[in-house]
């Protein structure tokens, strides 16, 4: 089910944004022993995201990725779908769905899946569009993915390795291709999920390829190889598909997590960090976890003119994919 009405709650712009003014309580989930409601505080951020970028440039799409249990009210996948923040977001991004769970190339366990989909089922109830991203690269699993995500009306990728640094080579052309003008998420197909360019030597040779694909929607970062911003002359040159039609490009932002190399950081952190800067990620290294509902770290990703977001609206972007959207877990289990 595509989203069919617009949501006018997220049009009606305050003049001025600050941090944490436009949220709104949607239920009453975990609450840690000092009183705060990290699943809640995570739907704030997220819901004054969308109200910011979609005042600057209306339409802009927003699609946090995994953090699911934030569709509904107790995080539960019987519970009561929380309406502030669907009504605030476009799509959500859900990785490892029927494949990678646990392994890559490896089918996703049963009731793990059973328990993803009955939340991404609501989302399509509500008219959010899903993205799945799964990995793995036999032949046989790509179309399995790809199969069982259509059957669910899901937009999917089969992502043959984990780097999202490629694109597939199999199939040889983008499932579900298709033709016509996509000028709303509403009207992908498929999309195209690469993030890093490493293996492309030069700004002009990405593009190119990126050019050259017929893919309805381009999830890429906005940095060519970590400092080097595209221009919105180079946003702009991706907006049509190679079969003519237009396409989305949306830009990939981390909220949840601070990136040692982007354009925000600064070398004394390391040594005295912020108070909104935690630990690093073991599993990342140059990723740190962010207490996301701090004022401070919070004004870096929007709500001004100096703002991430605000790089990736004045870039040409049509929306943003949100990362580490599932960061509350991290502090419900502290």
Known sequence: MKRVLLSTLLLIAATVFSCGDNSTDDGDDFTDSDGTNYKQEMRNFVQNISMYSKTEKPGFIIIPQNGHELLTVNGEETGTPAGNYIT??????????????????????????????AFMDIAEENGVQVLVTDYCSTHSFMDDSYEQNAARDYISIAADHRELDNIPDYPAVPYNINASDVKTLAEAKNFLYLLNPGPYSTKAAFLNVLKNTDYDVLIIDLFYDGTEQLTPDDVSSLKVKANGGSHLVIA???????????????????????????????????????????????????????????????????????????????????
Do not use: H
């Open 88 to 117: 605030a977001i476009d799509g959500v991004g859900r990785e490892d769905l029927f494949y990678g769970y646990d392994d890559d190339n490896a089918a996703t366990p049963a009731a793990d899946r059973s328990y993803m989909t």
């Open 252 to 334: 990939y932002m981390s909220i949840g997590e601070s990136e040692n190399y982007r354009y925000y950081w600064r070398a004394e952190w390391e040594k005295n960090p912020p108070s909104w800067l935690a630990g690093e990620n073991p599993g990342w290294p140059g990723n740190y976890k962010v207490r996301y509902w701090d004022e401070s770290w919070q004004k870096i990703i929007y709500g001004n003119i100096d703002s991430y977001i605000k790089k990736i609206i004045d870039a040409g972007f049509d929306g943003v994919y949100l990362d580490i959207i599932d960061a509350f877990e991290y502090y419900e289990n502290q």
